[in-house]
Antibody
Framework: EIQVVESGGGLVQPGGSLRLSCAAS????????MTWVRQAPGKGLEWVSS????????YYADSVKGRFTISRDNSKSTVSLQMNSLRVDDTAVYYC???????????????WGQGTLVAVSS | QSVLTQPPSASETPGQRVTISCSGS????????VSWYQQLPETAPRLLIY???QRPSGVPDRFSGSKSGTSASLVISGLQSDDEADFYC???????????FGTGTTVTVL
């Protein structure tokens, strides 16, 4: 069974840092790009970041550029999201997803994990 | 801020057909395939349609997608009560060098 499981969420103060992890199983991890998507409470989906199969290419939403860093370890089948300078409006459930598309323009996110909640508050 | 525009809600009685629109621009829908995601209450999203009109295995053929110019549509035929969910379109945006999601549409079965 193909599965992704996020971890690392929690409560953090504005300006703080948090590192999210996503553990994948059931597929050849190094053969696929990976993506983070977030959803603020009661709001819609917002793409956050994506990383290529070997980590050579990474893309970020303007809202997190310069503050968040995506990385991956293919030997451990994990993808991480380092979040620095966190703001109140970063509060959201963060989902990790396998990107099965054959090129960047072909978005096929799935499966998705259950998500991990990040709450930024003083 | 969402770049793709969807109607906030849609509703119909069981067995009927619902169409959800997704409006974008030449930098996203106009030049890239569209995907659709279904998010049932209190669950993670799941891929419903990719490449504008393709269904992953396991998705019923009651769900169909299409694209024309800078707009896309999702059609749910034979609406069922367990189709009640939020639906999102998504596409790569060449100008932003990233993905954009639609504003989301809540489907209610009356």
């Amino acid at each position: 069974e193909i599965q992704v499981v996020e971890s690392g969420g929690g409560l953090v103060q504005p300006g703080g840092s948090l590192r999210l992890s996503c553990a994948a199983s059931g597929f050849t991890f190094g053969g696929y790009a990976m993506t983070w998507v977030r959803q603020a409470p009661g709001k819609g989906l917002e793409w956050v970041s994506s990383i290529s199969r070997f980590g050579g290419d990474a893309y970020y939403a303007d809202s997190v550029k310069g503050r968040f860093t995506i990385s991956r370890d293919n030997s451990k089948s994990t993808v991480s999201l380092q979040m620095n300078s966190l703001r109140v409006d970063d509060t959201a459930v963060y989902y990790c997803a396998k990107n099965s598309g054959s090129y960047w323009g072909d978005n096929r996110f799935g499966p998705w994990g259950q998500g991990t909640l990040v709450a930024v508050s003083s | 801020q969402s770049v793709l525009t969807q109607p906030p809600s849609a509703s119909e009685t069981p067995g009927q057909r619902v169409t959800i629109s997704c409006s974008g621009s030449t930098s996203n829908i106009g030049n890239n395939p569209v995907s659709w995601y279904q998010q049932l209450p209190e669950t993670a999203p799941r891929l419903l349609i990719y490449n504008s009109n393709q269904r992953p295995s396991g998705v019923p053929d009651r769900f169909s997608g299409s694209k024309s110019g800078t707009s896309a549509s999702l059609v749910i035929s034979g609406l069922q009560s367990d189709d009640e969910a939020d639906f999102y379109c998504a596409a790569w945006d060449d100008g932003l060098s990233g993905y954009v999601f639609g504003t989301g549409t809540t489907v209610t079965v009356l």
